[in-house]
């Protein structure tokens, strides 16, 4: 055997070993973010729902917002485990990765400072890819701030698409790559670098060369993440003192791209008297969603699985407006419920919820394209908003 075949074996022996253990790293994080989701929902909304009845020189006032700063980073680091782990909710579009490049671009200017020279490099006939714009977005902020961080003293930043077609020759060199039409997105920066050491644990969670309270080492393999659960692949490039190149690989689709838009949050909260049925198998976050709709005005009956929430619409005559069911149920899964349910009641809309992924309900974590959802852990005013929007969807 040749001296280069035995490199190449052994090369992709590592990354046989590294992928595996990235693997189970996820399959593990997940299990952990799913169970932590349900709880933070309750620890926020409570939370939020007890500060709203103190007046603001109340002195238990000040107790509650710092339970829920600590839950809202609480859900961040969930959010970013569920992420890596592949184990997210995906809602895509098709989208030209341009579109968001340029949308973000002052925002991106602003978060780098004026010591970091930034540069953009887009392909003009770049090709579509379907994925979730939110994420997207994720993707190209997280990998920006590490370049940023990467340099100090200040340096260049640049970010490059371009149309790539990867062969045969680079999928045998590259382990789970499948040969195809791509997207690719870099991002690059004349920062320190990394050495070979640091480069092998890059994206696994809670690695961080940066020093205590500066990171938690969630960005990088939040990235990989959603990269994964996407189709695609990343890859990295440094050399001590030479800089870093992170090449983000999305497939390319033969589809006219959705006009995209950065979402506004609206301070709007509008109330409703609309009759929903909630179906939630856990008490604590079925008793927290409801009280949040009862203080809108909603009349909620409360279903403690898919069989309560059947005997629900067969007993009640008066009509039911919206179902709000959680994803993953014990009896059957919220899809299936709604489903069933769509037969009694075919004009009863559906809203559904969840903190996790499961590709028996979802397709590889992909639900309906017209399907409505929110992720937990959600806020009282996210669910209000999300509900009066799903109720006033025209069908």
Same mark, same amino acid.
């Given at each position: 055997?040749?001296?280069?075949?035995?490199?190449?074996?052994?090369?992709?022996?590592?990354?046989?070993?590294?992928?595996?253990?990235?693997?189970?790293?996820?399959?593990?994080? +997940?299990?952990?973010?799913? #169970?932590?989701?349900?709880?933070?929902?309750?620890?926020?909304?409570?939370?939020?729902?007890?500060?709203?009845?103190?007046?603001? !020189?109340?002195?238990?006032?000040?107790?509650?917002?710092?339970?829920?700063?600590?839950?809202?980073?609480?859900?961040?680091?969930?959010?970013?485990?569920?992420?890596?782990?592949?184990?997210?909710?995906?809602?895509?579009?098709?989208?030209?990765?341009?579109?968001?490049?340029?949308?973000?671009?002052?925002?991106?200017?602003?978060?780098?400072?004026?010591?970091?020279?930034?540069?953009?490099?887009?392909?003009?006939?770049? +090709?579509?890819?379907?994925? %979730?714009? +939110? @994420?997207?977005?994720?993707?190209?902020?997280?990998?920006?701030?590490?370049? /940023?961080?990467?340099?100090?003293?200040?340096?260049?930043?640049?970010?490059?698409?371009?149309? *790539?077609? $990867?062969?045969?020759?680079?999928?045998? @060199?590259?382990?789970? *790559?499948?040969?195809?039409?791509? =997207?690719?997105?870099?991002?690059?920066?004349?920062?320190?670098?990394?050495?070979?050491?640091?480069?092998? /644990?890059?994206?696994?969670?809670?690695?961080?060369?940066?020093?205590? +309270?500066? &990171?938690?080492?969630?960005?990088?393999?939040?990235?990989?993440?959603?990269?994964?659960?996407?189709?695609?692949?990343?890859?990295?490039?440094?050399?001590?003192?030479?800089?870093?190149?992170?090449?983000?690989?999305?497939?390319? =689709? %033969?589809?006219?791209?959705?006009?995209?838009?950065?979402? #506004?949050?609206?301070? !709007?909260?509008?109330?409703?008297?609309?009759?929903?049925?909630?179906?939630? #198998?856990?008490?604590?976050?079925?008793?927290?969603?409801?009280?949040?709709?009862?203080?809108?005005?909603?009349? *909620? $009956?409360?279903?403690? &699985?898919?069989?309560?929430?059947?005997?629900?619409?067969?007993?009640?005559?008066?009509?039911?407006?919206?179902?709000?069911?959680?994803?993953?149920?014990? !009896?059957?899964?919220?899809?299936?419920?709604?489903?069933?349910?769509?037969?009694?009641?075919?004009?009863?809309?559906? $809203?559904?919820?969840?903190?996790?992924?499961?590709?028996?309900?979802?397709?590889?974590?992909?639900?309906?394209?017209?399907?409505?959802?929110?992720?937990?852990?959600?806020?009282?005013?996210?669910?209000?908003?999300?509900?009066?929007? *799903?109720?006033?969807?025209?069908?």
């Amino acid at each position: 055997m040749l001296a280069s075949d035995v490199t190449e074996r052994r090369l992709l022996e590592e990354q046989f070993r590294q992928s595996q253990k990235m693997e189970a790293i996820g399959q593990l994080a +997940g299990g952990i973010a799913h #169970d932590f989701n349900n709880l933070l929902t309750a620890i926020n909304g409570y939370s939020e729902l007890a500060m709203r009845k103190l007046q603001a !020189e109340d002195p238990l006032r000040r107790n509650l917002e710092e339970i829920k700063k600590a839950g809202e980073r609480a859900a961040s680091l969930t959010r970013q485990l569920l992420a890596f782990s592949r184990k997210q909710i995906l809602q895509p579009a098709v989208l030209v990765i341009n579109s968001v490049v340029s949308d973000m671009e002052k925002m991106l200017r602003r978060l780098i400072g004026e010591d970091i020279d930034l540069k953009t490099a887009l392909e003009t006939q770049l +090709g579509s890819i379907k994925a %979730d714009p +939110g @994420q997207i977005e994720q993707i190209i902020m997280n990998l920006v701030i590490n370049a /940023r961080d990467a340099m100090p003293a200040g340096g260049k930043l640049t970010i490059e698409t371009s149309n *790539v077609d $990867l062969d045969e020759t680079y999928a045998r @060199q590259h382990t789970g *790559v499948t040969p195809g039409h791509y =997207v690719m997105l870099a991002v690059s920066d004349t920062g320190m670098g990394m050495n070979t050491a640091t480069l092998a /644990r890059i994206f696994e969670p809670f690695f961080t060369t940066k020093e205590k +309270g500066k &990171g938690t080492g969630l960005g990088l393999s939040t990235i990989y993440g959603i990269v994964k659960q996407s189709g695609g692949n990343i890859w990295v490039y440094s050399e001590v003192g030479q800089g870093t190149t992170f090449k983000v690989y999305l497939p390319r =689709v %033969d589809e006219d791209a959705q006009e995209y838009k950065r979402t #506004d949050e609206t301070e !709007e909260i509008l109330q409703g008297t609309e009759t929903i049925l909630l179906a939630e #198998d856990e008490e604590i976050v079925r008793t927290l969603a409801r009280e949040i709709l009862e203080t809108y005005g909603y009349r *909620v $009956l409360e279903a403690s &699985g898919s069989g309560a929430a059947l005997l629900i619409c067969e007993r009640v005559t008066e009509p039911i407006d919206l179902l709000i069911t959680d994803v993953v149920m014990p !009896e059957m899964s919220g899809r299936q419920l709604a489903a069933r349910l769509s037969q009694l009641r075919p004009e009863m809309k559906v $809203l559904y919820m969840s903190g996790y992924t499961d590709d028996a309900i979802v397709h590889q974590g992909v639900l309906d394209e017209d399907a409505n959802f929110i992720q937990k852990p959600f806020t009282p005013d996210a669910l209000a908003k999300k509900v009066r929007e *799903v109720l006033n969807k025209s069908e």
